[in-house]
């Protein structure tokens, strides 16, 4: 960060696209803030084959450092659902940040979580709600979307007041995110970094 500029980590992983196009959507809200910036950033997905842990990293964006959550002055993260929580590889990130929970670097800091599924009522809720347990422990400051957003009321793909969500369908390609659920994730970035920079 430079002088008065703003940084929020914007923090995925994702199997088949879904939550990472919801994390680029989230980024654009961040930067349609003046002086306020995203830092896009993946964590590597766990895959079991022949009863062996491998980790597959992304090429399209970073791999997480613990630096990046030190000097982010907001948090988003985005995991695809596994049986109505967050993936193993989220979970095993989170469970590494007990030396930051430890010093309090995150507390006071806003957050907000994404998630994508490929069935319309394929647990988003219950994994958003998941994913904020960890970072309330934090001291972090919890983001949602409130009904002032018209596409909550309007939406039959992914959108919650909880945070960001996509419906990505079967297949291993998914569906692109539709037209409500980019507008609430931009929301939800635009949001994050709004209190942000109050914060500041």
């Known amino acids: 960060m430079i002088n008065d500029e703003i940084e929020i980590l914007v923090l995925y992983t994702s199997k088949n696209g879904g939550t990472k196009q919801l994390a680029e959507a989230?980024?654009?809200?961040?930067?349609?803030?003046?002086?306020?910036?995203?830092?896009?950033?993946?964590?590597?997905?766990?895959?079991?084959?022949?009863h062996e842990i491998l980790i597959q990293t992304s090429t399209e964006h970073p791999s997480v450092d613990k630096s990046d959550l030190l000097?982010?002055?907001g948090l988003l993260i985005g995991s695809p659902t596994r049986f109505g929580?967050?993936?193993?590889?989220?979970?095993?990130?989170?469970?590494?940040t007990l030396d930051i929970?430890?010093?309090?670097?995150?507390?006071?800091?806003?957050?907000?979580?994404f998630t994508s599924t490929s069935s319309l009522h394929g647990g988003q809720e219950s994994t958003l709600i998941t994913m904020m347990l960890p970072l309330i422990h934090h001291g972090m400051i919890i983001v949602g979307l409130p009904y002032s957003e018209p596409d909550l009321n309007t939406t039959s793909t992914g959108g919650t007041p909880y945070g960001a969500s996509h419906v990505s369908g079967q297949g291993s390609g998914g569906k692109k995110i539709s037209d409500e659920e980019f507008r609430l994730a931009f929301s939800l970035g635009k949001r994050v970094a709004e209190v942000a920079k109050k914060l500041q």
Not at 27 to 48: D, H, N, W
Not at 101 to 113: E, F, Q, Y
């Open 101 to 113: 929970w430890i010093s309090g670097d995150l507390i006071n800091k806003p957050a907000g979580v």
């Open 71 to 73: 000097e982010c002055s």
């Open 26 to 50: 989230i980024c654009s809200g961040i930067e349609s803030i003046e002086a306020v910036f995203s830092r896009i950033r993946t964590i590597p997905e766990l895959k079991q084959h022949n």
């Open 85 to 96: 929580n967050m993936s193993a590889s989220m979970k095993l990130f989170l469970d590494s």
